[in-house]
C-alpha cells in the first residue's frame, strides 16, 4: 500500500475510527485529524450521565487522549484547531489554530470529513438567555455544571423529548431539579409510535417530571417579579410559564455541512452530506463519515439522517479501509436506537407505523406484552413489543419494545433479522437461549413471530387500539374475556364481560349479527376467545395488545385527548 | 377443518403446547393428553431454583393445570395415566390408570408422542443406593427436599456437570450445603470449548464448590465408620472418596423411545424417534416432539438429540399446525442454550471446535474480551466472547460467551446470525442498539466481526492459546504490549516486554529471524503491534484472546495440566 497524506476533519466517533483504522492499514501514511474543540474521541453519549453524578470523573469521559493516539497509532491530533475551507480542486484545506489565531493550510491525497452535527437553534425569541445550555460536547456539560452550582439551581425545564432531552431529565431528577419537559409534538422520543411513547410519559409522570406536550416554545422571557427562575421563563404556546434556573435546549440537530459546501460537494435532498455507499463524497478524495451524513434507510429505500455513535463508528472505519485498499459499503441504516429512561428502556429499529402511514406502504402491526424472562422466576416484567410487517409477504418491517428488562436484547434480535429481510415465519423459528432467569421458553420474539402469523395465515383478524371507539360506535360489541379480578382492577367502558373459561358454555348470550371484538389483558387469551368464536359462526376481531395496550394510550398515549 | 381424534402422550413442553394449538384450530376436535405423572405443564427448567429458594412456592412451577387447560382449551387431560402400548396399524393406544391400576384402549386419527427424555442411569456399582436423586420431575424435587430437611443434609456430591447438575450445585449452595461436583470430563458444560469452560470452574471454585474433573465416579459406597455421609461415600476413578449426604445424578438424559419402539417406528442412528422435518414419524399419524425426536444440525447437518424446553415448545405448535392443515416445517436446530451460574452466563450457539474438529470441518476461531457496555458508565464486565467461522466463506459457524452481563444478548444475536447464514462480514454491519448503560457504540458482535474479518482477509494471522508452548519451543519471540502495571500483575512465562506506545522506538530490539507472536490482555492492542510489526516487515502473529484467554486457560483449562 502506498503511503498517502490522509487528512480528517473532526475527532470523535467516525473521525477517530477512521484514523486508528488508517494507521492500522498504512503504517507509513501521514495522519492528521483536526478537531475544533479541546478534546478528542470523548463519549458524548456519555455526557447526560456526568451531569447525573452517574459517571463521577470527567476523565471517564475521555475515551483516547490527544498523547495516547499519538503513541498508540503514531498520528497527529491537532486539538482547538478549526478547518474553516476545503479547495477539492488544489487538494488542500484551510486550518485555524484557535490558541494562537493563527492560519495555515495543509495538502491532501485523501480527505475525510467527520464533521458531526450541531444543535438546532431555531429563532424563538431569547433562546440565546444565559442559562440556555445545549449538550454537545464536554464545555457544555461543564458549564452547565457550573451553572447549577453558581446558581443553586433548583428547577430546569428541558425543551424538546428526544433522547438528549430525556437523558439530561432523568439525570437532573436524579441531581434533585424539579424538571420539565416541553415538547412541540404530543409524544417524546419521535422515532416511537404514539403508544409506545406513552410509557415513557407513564414513566415520567411517575417521576413527578412534568409533561407538556404538544405544546411548543413561544419564547423565553426574563423572570418577572415573583418568578423565580436564574435563568428565564419558557413561555410555551399554550401560555403556560415554566420557571426554570436552568434550561436545556434538546431541539434536535443538523448536520454540519459548512465545509462541505464552501468545497462544492454534493448536498442531499435531507441536507446532509451526500455520499455513495463506499462513503465517497461527489468529491473521489474526499470521504464523509457520521452524523454529517446523508445514509440510506434500510426499509424504506429513502435517504436519513442518522446521528448515532454506532454508525459513525462503523462508517470512520470502511471509509479508512476504502482509503487503503479495503473495500467496503455502507450497508444503510435500520435507525436501531434505545433510550433507558428511570427503571423502563425503549428500543426501536427499522419503520414505525407512523413513517410507513405517511411514505403509504402497507403494513400490519400486532402488539404484545410478553414477559421479560420465566413468570414464575422472581423478577419477571412484561416487555411492551410492537412488530410491524408487511401485510403481504409478512416481512418484517420495524419493531419497537419498551420495558424493565430485556428491551435491548429483543430490540437486537429484531435488528438482525430486519437487516437480513427476515419474515414473520422465520421469527418464529428463531432459536435463542432459554433459561428461567434470563427468558422463557418462547422468547418475546418468537411469540411476536406467532402472533404476527397468526393474523398473516388469517387465523385471526386484529383490531388496533386506535379503532376501539369507531368500531364500537358501529355497534361492535366489545368483549372482555378476562377473569373477574382484572375486571374490577379496570375495564374498557361499555365492554362485555365474560371469563374465556366460561366463553363456550355462554356462547348464546352474544350476537350473531354483530361483529364482537375480544380483548383480555394482553391479546393471548382473547385471541383464543376469537378462534372459539369465529369456528362457531361469530364474526370476530381480536384487539391487538388488548387492555394494556388500550390502557396506555388512553392515561398516557394518544387516546387521552385533551388531558396530555 | 373435519373434527379429529386426537391423542398426545406426554403433557409437558412440547405436549402441553400441541395440544393447546391444536384446540385453537380445531374447536370441534377431540384432544385427549396422557401424562404418566401427577402434574401437566410444569416447569421443568424452574425445578432446581425451587430447591435453592429462589422460586418460593411450588404451585408456581405449574404452569397450568389440569382444570385450567380444560376450561380454556376443553381438552381431555388425564394425569397419573401411563400410556403403555400403540398399535399403529389399528391406530389405538391402551392406557393404565396409575392410580385405580385399571387398563383400557382408546382410538386416534392422530398420535403426537412427546414421551421427553429420561435420566441417564449407568449401571455403576451403588447407583440407585437411598439419598440418590434426579432432576426430572416435581416429585423429584419435593423428594430431594425432603430427604435434605430429615438428614438435615450439610453435604452433596453432584454427579455430571451439565446444565441440571450445575444449577443444582448452585442452588443447593444457596441452602448452605458444602457441594462437590463430579464429572467424568475435564470440563463441565460440554457444549462449550474447553477454554470457555474455563471460566465456569473459575466461578465454581470461588464459591468454594469442590471440582472433580476428568474423574468419573466409580462406585458408590455406604459410608464407612468415621464417614459421616447420610448418603453414600461417592468413590471416583482416581480414589478420591466423597462423602455425601445427599447426591444428585445428572449424567444426562435419553431419549424415551419405549413406546415409539413397541409401535416399530423409525429409530435413528442417535437412539432419537426418527421425524421428517414436518415431525411426522415413520407412520404418517403418528407425529413426535420434544426430547424424544431426533433433529437436524443446522450447522453440520448431522442428526442430533437437543432436550431442550424451547425446541420443544416450537415443535409442538408445528406437529399441531401439520395435523389441522398449518402446513409447517421444524428448520432444524442451532443447539442455543444458556447457563445462569452465581455471577456469571455461559451461552452457546451452533457448532464447537471440539465438534468441527472432531467431524474434520474446516474452521478458524478468534476470542475476543470486550465490554458488555460502554467501559467509562459504571458496572461494566469483559465478556469472554468466542465466535468460530469457516476459513474460506467466512460464514459463521458458531458462538460462545461467558461473562457477567450481556451474555444473552449477544449469544441471541448471533443465533439469529447463524440461522440465517450470516458471515463475519454481515456481523461488523448489524446495527444493534448502544447506549451507555447496554451496549458500546460497537458491540462485542460487531467487534467479533471485526476482528474475524481482519484474519479473514489477512490483514493479521492469530495463535490460539493452546499453541502458545510448541511455538515457543520451535523459538517463536513472545511479546507482551501490555502496560506495565499489566504485566506486574502476571505474565506469560518467557515473554518480551515491550509496550505498544513504545513498540515503534523499539523495533530495532526484535528479531527479523524469528516469529514474533504478540499478545496484550484482550488481543487489540497486539493486533495494532502485529499490524506495526508486519509492515515493518517482521514475520508476526497475534495470540487471540491474549493474555486473559490463556491465563484462563492456564489457571482452571486444559494448560493447567494435572491441576484440575
Given at each position: 500500500m502506498d503511503a498517502k497524506r490522509l487528512l480528517i476533519v473532526g475527532g470523535v466517533a467516525g473521525g477517530a475510527s477512521a484514523a486508528a483504522r488508517a494507521r492500522?492499514?498504512?503504517?507509513?501514511?501521514?495522519?492528521?485529524?483536526?478537531?475544533?474543540?479541546?478534546?478528542?474521541?470523548?463519549?458524548?453519549?456519555?455526557?447526560?450521565?456526568?451531569?447525573?453524578?452517574?459517571?463521577?470523573?470527567?476523565?471517564?469521559?475521555?475515551?483516547?487522549?490527544?498523547?495516547?493516539?499519538?503513541?498508540?497509532?503514531?498520528?497527529?491530533?491537532?486539538?482547538?484547531?478549526?478547518?474553516?475551507?476545503?479547495?477539492?480542486?488544489?487538494?488542500?484545506?484551510?486550518?485555524?489554530?484557535?490558541?494562537?489565531?493563527?492560519?495555515?493550510?495543509?495538502?491532501?491525497?485523501?480527505?475525510?470529513?467527520?464533521?458531526?452535527?450541531?444543535?438546532?437553534?431555531?429563532?424563538?425569541?431569547?433562546?440565546?438567555?444565559?442559562?440556555?445550555?445545549?449538550?454537545?460536547?464536554?464545555?457544555?456539560?461543564?458549564?452547565?455544571?457550573?451553572?447549577?452550582?453558581?446558581?443553586?439551581?433548583?428547577?430546569?425545564?428541558?425543551?424538546?423529548?428526544?433522547?438528549?432531552?430525556?437523558?439530561?431529565?432523568?439525570?437532573?431528577?436524579?441531581?434533585?431539579?424539579?424538571?420539565?419537559?416541553?415538547?412541540?409534538?404530543?409524544?417524546?422520543?419521535a422515532p416511537l409510535d404514539p403508544e409506545m411513547a406513552a410509557w415513557l410519559h407513564a414513566e415520567l409522570r411517575s417521576r413527578k417530571i412534568s409533561l407538556h406536550l404538544g405544546d411548543a416554545v413561544a419564547r423565553f422571557e426574563a423572570p418577572g417579579d415573583h418568578e423565580p427562575a436564574a435563568a428565564s421563563v419558557v413561555v410555551l404556546k399554550s401560555g403556560a410559564r415554566l420557571a426554570a434556573d436552568l434550561v436545556i435546549l434538546g431541539l434536535g440537530v443538523k448536520p454540519e455541512t459548512g465545509l462541505a459546501r464552501g468545497a462544492g460537494l454534493a448536498i442531499g435532498e435531507r441536507g446532509g452530506i451526500r455520499v455513495n455507499d463506499r462513503l465517497q463524497t461527489s468529491d473521489p478524495h474526499i470521504w464523509a463519515v457520521g452524523d454529517a451524513i446523508e445514509v440510506r434507510d434500510v426499509v424504506t429505500g429513502g435517504r436519513t439522517l442518522i446521528p448515532l455513535a454506532g454508525p459513525a463508528n462503523r462508517q470512520g472505519r470502511i471509509a479508512a479501509g476504502n482509503i487503503f485498499g479495503r473495500a467496503g459499503k455502507y450497508p444503510g441504516t435500520l435507525g436501531t436506537a434505545i433510550l433507558r429512561l428511570f427503571d423502563l428502556s425503549a428500543a426501536c429499529t427499522g419503520a414505525s407505523e407512523k413513517t410507513l402511514s405517511k411514505l403509504g406502504v402497507p403494513f400490519q402491526a400486532v402488539h404484545l406484552h410478553p414477559a421479560s424472562h420465566a413468570g414464575y422466576y422472581p423478577g419477571a416484567h412484561p416487555v411492551a413489543l410492537k412488530i410491524i410487517f408487511s401485510p403481504e409477504s409478512g416481512k418484517l418491517l420495524g419493531a419497537q419494545a419498551v420495558g424493565h428488562e430485556g428491551v435491548d436484547k429483543r430490540i437486537d434480535v429484531l435488528a438482525t433479522a430486519l437487516k437480513v429481510g427476515m419474515t414473520v415465519d422465520d421469527l418464529v423459528n428463531l432459536e435463542l437461549e432459554y433459561a428461567p432467569p434470563s427468558n422463557s421458553a418462547r422468547d418475546p420474539v418468537n411469540q411476536a413471530g406467532m402472533v404476527a402469523q397468526n393474523v398473516l395465515r388469517k387465523d385471526v383478524d386484529i383490531v388496533q387500539w386506535h379503532e376501539v371507539d369507531a368500531l364500537c360506535a358501529e355497534q361492535a360489541l366489545l368483549l372482555d374475556v378476562r377473569d373477574d379480578a382484572e375486571r374490577e382492577a379496570g375495564a374498557i367502558p361499555g365492554s362485555l364481560h365474560i371469563p374465556l373459561p366460561q366463553l363456550r358454555q355462554r356462547l348464546h348470550e352474544l350476537p350473531k349479527d354483530r361483529e364482537i371484538i375480544t380483548h383480555c389483558q394482553t391479546g393471548q387469551r382473547s385471541y383464543i376467545a376469537c378462534r372459539i368464536l369465529t369456528q362457531h359462526g361469530f364474526k370476530a376481531r381480536n384487539l391487538t395488545g388488548s387492555y394494556r395496550t388500550w390502557k396506555i394510550a388512553r392515561d398516557h398515549g394518544p387516546l387521552s385527548g385533551g388531558h396530555l
Amino acid at each position: 500500500m502506498d503511503a498517502k497524506r490522509l487528512l480528517i476533519v473532526g475527532g470523535v466517533a467516525g473521525g477517530a475510527s477512521a484514523a486508528a483504522r488508517a494507521r492500522r492499514l498504512s503504517e507509513t501514511s501521514e495522519i492528521i485529524v483536526f478537531e475544533r474543540g479541546p478534546h478528542v474521541s470523548f463519549a458524548n453519549c456519555g455526557l447526560p450521565y456526568y451531569v447525573g453524578g452517574e459517571i463521577e470523573e470527567e476523565k471517564k469521559l475521555i475515551v483516547q487522549t490527544p498523547d495516547g493516539l499519538r503513541s498508540r497509532f503514531n498520528l497527529d491530533i491537532r486539538v482547538n484547531s478549526e478547518v474553516t475551507a476545503v479547495d477539492a480542486h488544489m487538494k488542500r484545506i484551510e486550518v485555524r489554530d484557535l490558541q494562537t489565531g493563527k492560519n495555515y493550510s495543509e495538502s491532501y491525497d485523501d480527505l475525510i470529513l467527520s464533521t458531526g452535527a450541531a444543535p438546532l437553534m431555531p429563532p424563538i425569541p431569547g433562546i440565546d438567555r444565559p442559562g440556555h445550555f445545549t449538550v454537545r460536547n464536554i464545555p457544555d456539560v461543564e458549564a452547565i455544571m457550573d451553572w447549577v452550582k453558581l446558581k443553586q439551581a433548583r428547577s430546569a425545564v428541558i425543551v424538546g423529548g428526544g433522547y438528549i432531552g430525556l437523558e439530561m431529565a432523568e439525570q437532573l431528577h436524579h441531581r434533585g431539579l424539579a424538571v420539565a419537559i416541553a415538547e412541540a409534538l404530543p409524544q417524546v422520543m419521535a422515532p416511537l409510535d404514539p403508544e409506545m411513547a406513552a410509557w415513557l410519559h407513564a414513566e415520567l409522570r411517575s417521576r413527578k417530571i412534568s409533561l407538556h406536550l404538544g405544546d411548543a416554545v413561544a419564547r423565553f422571557e426574563a423572570p418577572g417579579d415573583h418568578e423565580p427562575a436564574a435563568a428565564s421563563v419558557v413561555v410555551l404556546k399554550s401560555g403556560a410559564r415554566l420557571a426554570a434556573d436552568l434550561v436545556i435546549l434538546g431541539l434536535g440537530v443538523k448536520p454540519e455541512t459548512g465545509l462541505a459546501r464552501g468545497a462544492g460537494l454534493a448536498i442531499g435532498e435531507r441536507g446532509g452530506i451526500r455520499v455513495n455507499d463506499r462513503l465517497q463524497t461527489s468529491d473521489p478524495h474526499i470521504w464523509a463519515v457520521g452524523d454529517a451524513i446523508e445514509v440510506r434507510d434500510v426499509v424504506t429505500g429513502g435517504r436519513t439522517l442518522i446521528p448515532l455513535a454506532g454508525p459513525a463508528n462503523r462508517q470512520g472505519r470502511i471509509a479508512a479501509g476504502n482509503i487503503f485498499g479495503r473495500a467496503g459499503k455502507y450497508p444503510g441504516t435500520l435507525g436501531t436506537a434505545i433510550l433507558r429512561l428511570f427503571d423502563l428502556s425503549a428500543a426501536c429499529t427499522g419503520a414505525s407505523e407512523k413513517t410507513l402511514s405517511k411514505l403509504g406502504v402497507p403494513f400490519q402491526a400486532v402488539h404484545l406484552h410478553p414477559a421479560s424472562h420465566a413468570g414464575y422466576y422472581p423478577g419477571a416484567h412484561p416487555v411492551a413489543l410492537k412488530i410491524i410487517f408487511s401485510p403481504e409477504s409478512g416481512k418484517l418491517l420495524g419493531a419497537q419494545a419498551v420495558g424493565h428488562e430485556g428491551v435491548d436484547k429483543r430490540i437486537d434480535v429484531l435488528a438482525t433479522a430486519l437487516k437480513v429481510g427476515m419474515t414473520v415465519d422465520d421469527l418464529v423459528n428463531l432459536e435463542l437461549e432459554y433459561a428461567p432467569p434470563s427468558n422463557s421458553a418462547r422468547d418475546p420474539v418468537n411469540q411476536a413471530g406467532m402472533v404476527a402469523q397468526n393474523v398473516l395465515r388469517k387465523d385471526v383478524d386484529i383490531v388496533q387500539w386506535h379503532e376501539v371507539d369507531a368500531l364500537c360506535a358501529e355497534q361492535a360489541l366489545l368483549l372482555d374475556v378476562r377473569d373477574d379480578a382484572e375486571r374490577e382492577a379496570g375495564a374498557i367502558p361499555g365492554s362485555l364481560h365474560i371469563p374465556l373459561p366460561q366463553l363456550r358454555q355462554r356462547l348464546h348470550e352474544l350476537p350473531k349479527d354483530r361483529e364482537i371484538i375480544t380483548h383480555c389483558q394482553t391479546g393471548q387469551r382473547s385471541y383464543i376467545a376469537c378462534r372459539i368464536l369465529t369456528q362457531h359462526g361469530f364474526k370476530a376481531r381480536n384487539l391487538t395488545g388488548s387492555y394494556r395496550t388500550w390502557k396506555i394510550a388512553r392515561d398516557h398515549g394518544p387516546l387521552s385527548g385533551g388531558h396530555l
